[in-house]
């Protein structure tokens, strides 16, 4: 089973850079590591996804350490629509997602 | 612009009662999931499927629940009977799964059962 351990939750005021950290210490050789955004009464919706190192697009970045047992998504001055619940998921095939990190946005 | 589509949005029902819930994954899509969210339970897995063949359902409650892809353009979710613990909100997603990780899921708005 895949499992990740997330902070329940983290507050942060616009503007600033926010950084949460995941750690799935069970990660098999091949999976990705993925994160989703979720904002209430939506589906979640899909951000990044790395194996190793760095990974950035347009909206955030992924920190990836050489272990693979950890990761830290990455988002870049924050703004009050970036209030939601963070999800990290390791898999090849199948996803799983565990509680998130409910990120709340202050002005 | 390509979306996952999913009927009804709103359920409410009497326990006993039968229920099917629909997706319509985006064209081109070979793998479907079916989620379940609850605030006590988060985002469960129920049953995915890859090019219409189930995968795994081992998510599901047997007894009551059956998941089915009668064609690519279409995924079902029964419950039949339901009960008042079914009540939640059910998504489903699709992606284009190529074995280099699952890659980006585009999730469907939900449907929101209720069942007294």
């Known amino acids: 089973l895949a499992k990740t351990t997330q902070p329940i939750s983290m507050d942060s005021y616009e503007g600033q850079e926010v950084n949460i950290t995941c750690s799935h210490n069970?990660?098999?050789?091949?999976?990705?590591i993925t994160w989703y955004q979720q904002f209430p009464s939506q589906g979640p919706r899909f951000i990044i996804q790395?194996?190793?190192t760095k990974v950035t697009n347009e909206v955030a970045s992924l920190f990836i350490p050489a272990d693979r047992k950890s990761s830290t998504l990455s988002l870049p001055r924050v703004s009050l629509s970036d209030t939601a619940v963070y999800y990290c998921?390791?898999?090849?095939?199948?996803?799983?997602f565990g509680t998130g990190t409910r990120l709340q946005v202050f002005p | 612009d390509a979306r996952v589509t999913q009927t009804p949005r709103d359920k409410v029902t009497e326990m006993g009662q039968e229920v099917t819930m629909r997706c319509q994954p985006i064209?081109?899509?070979?793998?479907v999931f079916w989620y379940r969210q609850t605030m006590m339970q988060g985002l469960e897995l129920l049953a995915y499927?890859?090019?219409?063949?189930?995968?795994?359902d081992s998510g599901m409650p047997k007894d009551r629940f059956s998941a089915e892809m009668p064609d690519a353009t279409l995924a079902t979710l029964k419950i039949q009977p339901s009960e008042p613990r079914d009540s939640a909100v059910y998504f489903c997603?699709?992606?284009?799964?190529?074995?280099?990780?699952?890659?980006?899921?585009?999730f469907g708005e939900g449907s929101r059962l209720t069942v007294l």
């Open positions: 997603a699709s992606g284009l799964v190529s074995g280099i990780g699952a890659g980006e899921l585009f």
């Open positions: 069970n990660i098999a050789t091949n999976d990705y």
């Open positions: 790395g194996y190793k």
């Open positions: 998921l390791h898999n090849t095939d199948k996803l799983i």
């Open positions: 064209l081109g899509h070979n793998t």
């Open positions: 499927f890859r090019n219409r063949a189930p995968l795994d």
